[in-house]
């Protein structure tokens, strides 16, 4: 679905991706975790051809994104849900919606409604109007009206209450069962753990450690190293 390979991304002179390989396979949800600023959102940005790497490859569906436009890698179907969710705060729930509607496929207007019901009562409310919890919604709402065959999640719990960031679990359930293939950056371990099928830990740059969640709760050892708990 998605392979990373050997991947180096610069902001300027600032190296900051050294070498990060990953794959994520068909149907999976892959846990992206490390500390701050260890590079994790910057990957998402060179998937996404926002920051694009300056050496490697990244290929999506036996195609090569590598350098694409950004426009043209979310036609491609790489649905993304930046961090700190960047909602269009002045425009209404079904703009933001419509903004990347795309064609056919399983994600229609109506069924991403039905997914986030709080969405659909409110759907001419602006989103700036919109609770934390809610504008989260809204943006994976957005990546999902364009169909996306793999998910690009950066830190969605972020900021979220806890009730808030069951609800969002579940939608990552609805997905998952969807066969919708997720690669999600977290923060909150637990929640990584309880939703992913593997775990990727990033440090400095690179990719340091793979393993299974049950693999990952039961090493306090790697915890404590890259994760600080
Ligand atoms: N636009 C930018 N220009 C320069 N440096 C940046 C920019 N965005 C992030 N960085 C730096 O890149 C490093 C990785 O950041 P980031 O990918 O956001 O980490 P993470 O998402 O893991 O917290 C950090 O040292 C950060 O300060
Ligand atoms: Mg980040």
């Known amino acids: 679905m998605l392979n990373i390979q050997d991947v180096h991304t610069y902001y300027g002179e ?18 992206l ?8 959102s910057t990957l998402a940005r060179s998937i996404m051809g926002l920051t694009p790497a300056r050496s490697g490859r990244i290929v999506f569906k036996d195609q090569d994104i590598t350098r694409m436009p950004a426009h043209l890698i979310a036609r491609a179907g790489v649905g993304y849900v930046p961090q700190g969710r960047q909602v269009f705060k002045s425009l209404t729930i079904r ?11 399983q994600w229609s207007f109506d069924k991403v409604l039905q997914l986030f019901p709080n969405l659909g009562s ?6 700036g ?15 999902l ?3 996306p065959g793999l998910l690009l999640m950066d830190e969605p719990t972020e900021g979220l209450a806890p009730l808030i960031v069951r609800e969002l679990g579940r939608t990552i359930e609805s997905l998952k069962q969807a066969g919708t293939s997720i690669l999600l950056i977290e923060q909150q371990l637990n929640f990584a753990l309880r939703y992913a099928d593997i775990v990727f ?13 049950a693999e990952l709760a039961a090493d306090s050892a ?5 994760l600080g708990v």
């Open 14 to 31: 600032s190296y900051i991706l050294q070498g990060v390989s990953l794959e994520v396979k068909p149907g999976q949800v892959v846990a």
């Open 145 to 147: 009206v364009g169909n």
């Open 95 to 105: 703009e933001n919606l419509q903004v990347t509607a795309r064609g056919e496929g």
């Open 129 to 143: 109007k919109l609770s934390g919890g809610e504008q989260q919604m809204l943006a994976a709402g957005r990546a």
């Open 122 to 127: 409110r759907i001419r409310s602006l989103a």
């Open 33 to 40: 975790l490390g500390r701050n600023g260890v590079g994790k």
């Open 201 to 213: 830990i990033m440090n400095k740059g690179a990719i340091v450690h793979s393993c299974t969640p």
């Open 222 to 226: 790697t915890k404590a190293k890259y």
